[in-house]
């Protein structure tokens, strides 16, 4: 570690007005990717009317689309402040802890998607990261107490795993990583350092600096966690005197060693992995800021300023060196404080630049010069979905099983894999689902569809009326002049019962459309 | 185009008014879009087609244990408790557990000399499924998307590249077609969201149009989505949207109705279905054979659970009952149907497993060496390639690369594995690494 970076650090901890005011670093953010434009003589997209950035901030920070209301009432608002109000007002609410803590659920437990029963574990690390985030709890906190989770009890009466399904429960971590040390030391360093030291985990990685051994030294520190029995629920025990642990497929055995070659210094009776937690969430290590701070860029611009966002090495470099550094140590010097960095980005002109291209030189998405496209999660389109067409859940749901709706589990079994970052990748199952599924076959009939039932109620003789409203539910923004005429010329075929068929259709072309399954 | 005169005459006159008044605003761009949708497959399906070669992929997800299956130490202390059975072919034995493959072994080449270097599920299965060692930058796509480019337009309405049961096989966020991009990406079959394997129908979901919606119905809706997104598509150029575009356009293709019928299992004579067994792999593997015999390029079918690090001869011994019936069942189906020498039959998981056994009675990840099995197609069978040390953990003669895999693969699908590829990275990549060398020894 550099030891201007570890000085300017330990510095900015010293003083907590220090804190940076979101206003000024979204500024800052701007300016320096406005050298980038002039450099490379790129022509920034024009600023997003209040409609698309409206769309895109809820997306992003509680996880659906906007209700009609929602948009009508900021389209009428005229107070000049507003887009920052709202970015303050939804940072504020329990839905965005709760959109918080389903994205770090997913990154945290991946293996859920995959590997069912390990969905058990969904609701109560989501209810512990939600508590956190509302709690407003440094991401330091937020990790340190992740990676130091109590675990308890004699042999004979080892730590449960999974008590109680919605129990806030950060031991899921570990359960679903098989309380596998070098699982939990890969998952750890790539997520909370951006290093992808897994690697190493078989043979030295030759692009890397880290060598095998080193990938050990980490998972040395989880080395006294063990599972009694089989299976993700088998409970853990954890000799804390164990501090070593083989190489794979070797005899050689090493000790926990922390990656900028410090030891660290066992502390009573306390697990090695507690010295590592410290290690990690350090403000003086400049990995934690970093892989943080560029990991919620790329949710908010679709691309890391290191992308792979996990992957932070001298031969990847930053796009924005100078930014990244600058929005870490603003990072760290607020205590870790997420909101800040979510308050700043989301103020940037570059955030709420209109992702409709104007210019050829907007196409590099590592320059930022507008907003690239981005997929929804399987959680942000099945909430918009069932917003957009007024569904409401049916399935049954006992306090001792997981969510198990089944139009959302479809959903999200369509949309797996996807997440903020990337293009969207429309597949041809979602195609298939989008245009013959249940959920929009039911939502475009007028005998089943509850959005299509209240419209044609509302207002039974203005067809304009009625496809006003369905944007709004869907594309959260108006028709266009152009688009309603065509519209209204299309639903005016036929007599009455095919024009409600009609609207139908109307609706069904809006739910299937590019704009409704995007982030944009 | 029997479907579409057949629909004209069925519906009112004001699905048709709704067409027409399309057809007169919008131009004939959206039909030219919508293509042949109904009614091209069968002039895409001449014989003249049938001549191209077709490759299933068995993928036992996990990475199965070379020492119980195909590489028996038997009475070596890594042996463990199963013993091996004569097959077809003189010389070559097999597991006890695997009675029906081992009548197959003459059209089978078994390589037991697989030695590669990635130990982590993820990288190894990005590895073996693409044939380059995983970079950050470079998207590689897997094998049946390179197939599926090199076999373009062969399946008609039906998509190049099908996957059977492939949940967790592909990286959350990682397009598996890579830098092909998603015109190249599989078609996911029996993807039952709460991953159950057993007893759930195999059926691309939602390929039928519900019923109350007439085919003239969603042609006209399409092509009012096709018009009225098309403004907001193109300002935003780039993969994303043509992706989103040639994901309807295929969707729509494959709701015609013989692209559909090949999915339809129903259809198999019962005594057909129960050959291959009544797992889910043993009806992926019968699903494999209709599609292949529609001209499919490339289908995989996975089986999981090969991931035995506790508990290895009981879990091996389950998972051989349903891959031993849908394996040998694939084979005798292709030789009755004349397709075995036009289709290639690969059995391969991501590595091998520890010949030694671990406390737990499990076996670990092994790259070093271990099995995989290539036969049908070209595949000169009755071989053995390679032999690894009488107690497992090292390979003794001629070690197969991923890459010599891969390329052996191409060769015998008849394709060049020299062939290049530009990728994301603005630089050509070749199909496979061009230092493989492949086995040309086993190809006739």
Not at chain 1, 257 to 270: E, K, V
Not at chain 2, 300 to 308: C, H, I, K, N, Y
Request: charged share 25%; hydrophobic share 40%; aromatic share 8%.
């Amino acid at each position: 570690m550099s030891a201007t970076i570890a000085l300017a650090c330990l510095l900015l901890v010293g003083e907590q007005s220090t804190k940076a005011d979101p206003a000024d670093l979204a500024q800052r953010i701007d300016e320096r990717l406005q050298v980038r434009f002039d450099s490379e003589q790129v022509l920034p997209a024009e600023r997003a009317a209040d409609d698309e950035f409206l769309r895109r901030l809820s997306l992003d920070l509680i996880g659906r689309i906007p209700t009609p209301k929602e948009v009508q009432s900021f389209l009428a608002d005229s107070s000049i402040a507003k887009r920052e109000l709202l970015i303050d007002q939804l940072l504020g609410s329990k839905k965005h802890a709760c959109h918080f803590a389903r994205v770090w659920r997913a990154l945290l437990m991946p293996e859920s998607e995959v590997e069912p029963q390990l969905r058990y574990f969904e609701p109560g690390l989501e209810a512990w990261l939600q508590e956190r985030r509302q709690d407003n709890v440094g991401f330091d906190g937020i990790v340190r107490e992740l990676l130091t989770v109590p675990i308890v009890g004699p042999n004979e009466q080892p730590q449960v795993v999974l008590r109680d399904l919605r129990r806030p429960n950060p031991l899921a971590f570990i359960a679903a990583k098989n309380a596998d040390p070098a699982k939990i030391a890969s998952a750890s360093t790539r997520l909370f350092l951006g290093l992808r030291l897994e690697c190493a985990q078989c043979h030295n990685h030759p692009f890397d600096n880290w060598s095998q051994e080193q990938f050990w030294n980490q998972a040395a520190f989880f080395a006294g966690i063990e599972r009694r029995g089989r299976g993700p629920f088998a409970p853990l025990v954890e000799v804390t005197t164990r501090r070593t642990i083989a190489l794979m497929d070797s005899d050689q055995i090493v000790s926990p060693a922390f990656l900028d070659q410090s030891q660290p210094r066992p502390t009573d009776n306390g697990p090695a992995r507690a010295e590592l937690a410290r290690w990690i969430t350090a403000p003086e290590n400049p990995y934690f800021a970093r892989a943080i701070t560029n990991r919620v860029w790329s949710q908010l611009f679709g691309t890391g300023i290191v992308e792979p966002v996990d992957d932070i090495r001298d031969s990847n470099a930053p796009s924005h060196p100078e930014l990244l550094r600058e929005l870490s140590e603003s990072f760290a010097a607020a205590d870790f404080d997420v909101a800040l960095i979510y308050r700043a980005l989301c103020r940037t002109a570059a955030y709420q630049r209109t992702s409709r291209q104007s210019d050829p030189s907007q196409s590099r998405a590592e320059l930022f010069a507008k907003m690239p496209v981005r997929p929804l999660s399987g959680e942000q389109f099945f909430d918009s979905l069932a917003l957009a067409v007024a569904y409401e859940s049916t399935a049954d749901r006992s306090p001792g099983e997981p969510e198990r709706d089944p139009v959302r589990q479809a959903v999200l079994g369509l949309f797996a894999g996807a997440s903020g970052g990337g293009n969207p990748q429309t597949s041809v199952a979602q195609a298939l689902a989008l245009m013959n599924g249940d959920v929009t076959d039911g939502a475009i009939r007028p005998k089943s569809g509850a959005r299509l039932q209240q419209i044609i109620n509302e207002f039974p003789e203005s067809s304009e009326r009625q496809i006003e409203v369905l944007y709004l539910s869907t594309l959260s923004r108006l028709p266009t002049q152009e688009e309603t005429q065509t519209l209204i010329d299309f639903n005016g075929l036929g007599d009455k019962t095919s024009r409600q068929q009609n609207m139908g259709d109307i609706f069904w072309m809006l739910l299937n459309s590019a704009e409704f399954c995007w982030n944009h | 185009m029997v479907g579409i005169n057949k629909a004209m005459r069925n519906f009112g006159l004001n699905q048709l008014t709704r067409r027409r008044w399309l057809q007169a605003t919008s131009g004939s761009v959206a039909g030219a879009w919508l293509g042949g949708w109904f009614g091209s497959l069968a002039s895409a399906m001449a014989d003249s087609e049938r001549s191209k070669r077709s490759c299933i992929l068995l993928w036992m997800n996990g990475g199965p244990s070379q020492t119980d299956t195909f590489d028996m130490k038997l009475g070596h202390e890594h042996g463990g408790p199963f013993r091996s059975i004569a097959t077809r072919a003189a010389g070559i034995q097999v597991c006890e557990h695997l009675p029906g493959i081992a009548q197959w072994t003459d059209r089978l080449a078994i390589i037991r000399s697989m030695s590669t270097k990635e130990g982590d599920h993820g990288r190894a299965r990005d590895n073996l499924r693409t044939g380059y060692v995983p970079q950050a930058s470079i998207q590689f796509p897997v094998l049946g998307s390179l197939i599926s480019k090199e076999s373009l337009g062969q399946a008609g309405d039906l998509p190049n590249y099908v996957s059977i049961n492939s949940r967790g096989l592909f990286n959350p966020g990682m397009p598996p077609a890579g830098f092909l991009g998603p015109d190249y990406a599989p078609l996911l079959v029996g993807q039952d969201t709460d991953g159950n394997e057993n007893g759930q129908r195999l059926a691309v979901e939602n390929l039928a149009l519900p019923k109350s919606v007439s085919t003239e119905q969603a042609r006209a809706r399409l092509e009012l989505l096709h018009r009225m997104e098309r403004k907001f598509l193109d300002a935003r150029p780039g993969p994303a949207a043509d992706g989103h575009r040639t994901a309807y356009a295929k969707a729509a293709r494959m709701m015609s109705h013989e692209a559909a019928k090949a999915f339809q299992l129903d259809d198999e004579p019962k005594e057909s279905r129960d050959a291959y067994g009544s797992s889910q792999f043993g009806q992926g593997c019968l699903l494999s054979r209709r599609l292949v015999e529609r001209g499919v390029p490339f289908v995989e079918v996975s089986l999981g659970g090969w991931d035995t690090h506790d508990d290895n001869f009981r879990q091996v011994q389950n998972l051989c009952g349903a891959l031993d019936m849908g394996w040998s069942a694939l084979m005798q189906d292709l030789q009755q149907r004349g397709l075995l020498d036009s289709t290639l039959v690969v059995w391969m998981g991501e590595f091998g497993r520890t010949p030694a056994i671990n406390p737990r009675l499990g076996r670990d990840h092994f790259p070093k060496a271990w099995s995989v099995v290539l036969g049908g197609g070209p595949i000169s069978g009755g071989q053995i390639v390679g032999r690894t040390s009488a107690d497992g953990t090292n390979v003794e003669e001629r070690p197969v690369s991923t890459p010599d895999l891969l390329a052996t693969i191409c060769v015998a699908l008849g394709i060049d594995p020299e062939k290049q590829n530009m990728s994301n990275v603005d630089r050509p990549i070749r199909l496979v690494d061009p230092l493989a060398s492949p086995l040309l020894d086993i190809i006739s």
